[in-house]
């Protein structure tokens, strides 16, 4: 099987059907993509692929093959991305176990949406914050959509 993840080739050999979160932490190595629930409600696990957001934890690596996948990782290499600065500018992280997954979720929104309204934003956002921060990932969109640089890749 042969991943192309945040520009990088690949080979993978493990079964097709091995959900892609766990091809991207125990085969790649990129652990920024968390585990939440397992069964794609959460949000934990979103990641890119082929341009749309997808829950990672039922995705299978299959459905990957030949395709871009984009994790936090990719996102920026450094932090610098106008998501991850507004994150931080807006105080959005708590406990932060979510937060991988809401900015790529936040990602994909701008990419669709470069200016959104509240309402375009509690549409997207569908992950899960356990810690109830999502007036602050609101604020934090809102900034990175005014840096107009907030679109994912």
């Known amino acids: 099987m042969r991943l192309?993840?945040?520009?990088?080739?690949?080979?993978?050999?493990?079964?097709a059907s091995t959900p892609l979160l766990w091809a991207l932490r125990d085969n790649i190595g990129l652990c920024g993509t968390k585990f939440g629930c397992g069964v794609g409600l959460c949000g934990a696990c979103s990641v890119m692929l082929?341009?749309?957001?997808?829950?990672?934890?039922?995705?299978?690596?299959?459905?990957?093959?030949?395709?871009?996948?984009?994790?936090i990782e990719g996102l920026s290499p450094d932090s610098s991305h106008p998501l991850q600065k507004a994150w931080v500018a807006e105080e959005v992280p708590q406990c932060g176990y979510c937060q991988s997954g809401q900015l790529m979720?936040?990602?994909?929104?701008?990419?669709?949406?470069?200016?959104?309204?509240?309402?375009?934003?509690?549409?997207?956002?569908?992950?899960?914050?356990?810690?109830?921060?999502?007036?602050?990932?609101?604020?934090?969109?809102?900034?990175?959509?005014?840096?107009?640089?907030?679109g994912g890749r």
């Open 50 to 71: 082929g341009g749309q957001l997808v829950r990672s934890c039922v995705t299978p690596i299959s459905a990957a093959e030949g395709r871009d996948v984009v994790t």
């Open 105 to 150: 979720a936040a990602s994909a929104l701008l990419a669709q949406h470069p200016d959104p309204t509240d309402e375009q934003i509690d549409a997207a956002m569908t992950n899960v914050c356990r810690c109830g921060t999502y007036q602050r990932v609101r604020t934090a969109i809102h900034r990175a959509a005014r840096a107009g640089k907030g």
């Open 4 to 15: 192309r993840v945040n520009g990088s080739e690949h080979t993978l050999d493990i079964d």
